[in-house]
């Protein structure tokens, strides 16, 4: 029997893949999703399938990699890093695509039922480091204010 944790795993391999039933294989036929960043959501498999398939009309090469999962009964929470080019669509209203590339980390819960369908599943990114690195905003670097003497770009790996 596949473990949750498979399920999401290989949701993520779907998307990279851009196989749309492969990516909702899993979900019930209610699943419900919410970005927190964006404060949006929706209900049902294709709604999901089209939250997807928007991020690849911004970003036509993003990938999901360094996935890593925690399981516990009836969730699993995914922490892996998404990088791609801005070169689709508007990113958001009034930030056009501009041929940078970007990439964050990012977290996913994900909820199951007793049959082992995803029920559900909560998404939080960071939405500042996206602005900064395709250049629409910026911000002095944390290091310098905080404490000069972390380097930056110190990648976290949560195990």
């Given at each position: 029997?596949?473990?949750?944790?498979?399920?999401?795993?290989d949701?993520?391999?779907?998307?990279?893949?851009?196989?749309?039933?492969?990516?909702?294989?899993?979900?019930?036929?209610?699943?419900?999703?919410?970005?927190?960043?964006?404060?949006?959501g929706?209900?049902?498999?294709?709604?999901?399938?089209?939250?997807?398939?928007?991020?690849?009309?911004k970003?036509?090469?993003?990938?999901i990699?360094?996935?890593d999962?925690?399981e516990?009964?009836g969730?699993?929470?995914?922490?892996?890093?998404?990088?791609?080019?801005?070169d689709?669509?508007?990113?958001?209203?009034?930030?056009?695509?501009?041929g940078?590339r970007?990439?964050v980390?990012?977290c996913?819960?994900?909820?199951?039922?007793?049959?082992?369908?995803?029920?559900?599943?909560?998404?939080?990114?960071?939405?500042?480091?996206?602005?900064?690195?395709?250049?629409?905003?910026?911000?002095?670097?944390?290091?310098?204010?905080?404490?000069?003497?972390?380097?930056?770009?110190?990648?976290?790996?949560?195990?």
């Amino acid at each position: 029997m596949m473990s949750n944790t498979d399920k999401v795993r290989d949701l993520w391999r779907a998307f990279n893949q851009r196989n749309w039933q492969a990516v909702t294989a899993n979900l019930a036929d209610d699943f419900g999703f919410y970005d927190n960043t964006l404060g949006f959501g929706g209900i049902g498999k294709q709604s999901f399938a089209d939250y997807m398939q928007a991020f690849i009309s911004k970003m036509s090469d993003i990938n999901i990699f360094e996935i890593d999962c925690i399981e516990a009964e009836g969730l699993v929470v995914s922490i892996a890093s998404s990088q791609g080019t801005s070169d689709g669509e508007e990113f958001l209203p009034g930030l056009p695509a501009n041929g940078k590339r970007s990439g964050v980390r990012f977290c996913v819960i994900w909820r199951f039922d007793n049959a082992g369908r995803i029920t559900g599943c909560e998404g939080f990114y960071d939405m500042l480091t996206y602005l900064v690195e395709l250049g629409h905003t910026t911000i002095a670097p944390a290091h310098e204010v905080l404490h000069p003497e972390i380097p930056p770009h110190v990648a976290a790996h949560y195990v």
